[in-house]
């Protein structure tokens, strides 16, 4: 297996982490993200380009294995999570409220994440997780106009 494609897809190894890889991935995603400057364009382009560059190494390392989802996959908690924490404020709570939204909708799929999970090669391994991002972004732009605004 080609080193660039298992470190892609694996989150730069972060889902070998033991007993949680999905969450490990997620947090280590959030870490990262804390270094990206908050600029529409930088954080948008690096979301899609992830994206799909991950379609294809998390398709090409699931058919290596021989299965449609492997756990140690997180590529697509990085892209999930740099979605519901795009450009907010790089502040702790944001952070750490969407760390547990983002789990909480990618462990549970309500409405129709399950769906998405469906989708062929890596489109159902990303797009699950995206629109998990997506459903916890909602909920965090909530929380931040119900309670007064973004501030720096």
């Known amino acids: 297996m080609n080193l660039f494609i298992r470190s892609f897809a694996t989150g730069l190894f972060t889902g070998y982490l033991p007993k949680m890889p999905g969450t490990w991935g997620s947090i280590a995603a959030a870490v990262f993200w804390w270094f ?34 492997p756990a140690f996959v997180v590529i697509d908690e990085w892209v999930g999570m740099w979605i519901a924490l795009f450009i907010l404020p790089h502040q702790i709570y944001y952070f750490i409220i969407g760390i547990i939204l983002f789990r909480f909708f990618d462990i549970t799929k309500p409405l129709l994440i399950h769906h998405a ?5 890596g489109w159902g391994i990303m797009t699950d ?24």
């Open 117 to 121: 999970e469906k989708l062929p090669n």
């Open 36 to 69: 990206i400057p908050v600029n529409v364009y930088l954080q948008s382009t690096l979301i899609v380009t992830v994206f799909l560059i991950g379609v294809v190494t998390s398709a090409g390392y699931a058919r290596v294995l021989g299965t449609h989802d």
């Open 129 to 152: 997780d995206v629109m998990a991002g997506v459903y916890s972004r909602i909920i965090l732009l909530f929380g931040v106009t119900l309670y007064g605004g973004v501030s720096s």
